[in-house]
Nanobody, 129 residues
Framework: QVQVAESGGGSVQPGESLRLSCVTS????????MGWFRQARGQEREGVAL????????TYADSVKGRFTISRDKDKNTLYLEMNDLKPEDTAMYYC??????????????????????RGQGTQVTVSA
């Protein structure tokens, strides 16, 4: 059974940074992808960043490119999202998600992250002056 749990959210001012963590258990699918998506209140879900589990190929949404970095510590079974230069429009609940083996999980891009099989409960990020 795959379990996913996010942490690291909080309230920060514009321009500050946060690092989100996602600990997984039971996830051993080297052919899959892992990623982050977010949902602001009253808005559609938005894929933010993804990484292939084995090759560490990354893809980012245009809205976060150059500011956010996705990474993984295999030994700790942890996926990270380093968020720099945060803006008020980054305010949202952030979710970590993981897919089963899928050679096309990268082709789906960030919009495919919301379709991954396993996801956590989310961690809130609030950016305000």
């Amino acid at each position: 059974q795959v379990q996913v749990a996010e942490s690291g959210g909080g309230s920060v001012q514009p321009g500050e940074s946060l690092r989100l963590s996602c600990v997984t258990s039971g996830y051993t699918y080297t052919g899959g992808c892992m990623g982050w998506f977010r949902q602001a209140r009253g808005q559609e879900r938005e894929g933010v960043a993804l990484m292939t589990f084995q090759t560490k190929i990354t893809t980012y949404a245009d809205s976060v490119k150059g500011r956010f970095t996705i990474s993984r510590d295999k030994d700790k079974n942890t996926l990270y999202l380093e968020m720099n230069d945060l803006k008020p429009e980054d305010t949202a609940m952030y979710y970590c998600a993981a897919s089963p083996p899928d050679p096309n999980c990268v082709k789906g891009g960030t919009s495919g992250i919301m379709k991954y099989s396993w996801r956590g409960q989310g961690t809130q990020v609030t950016v305000s002056a």
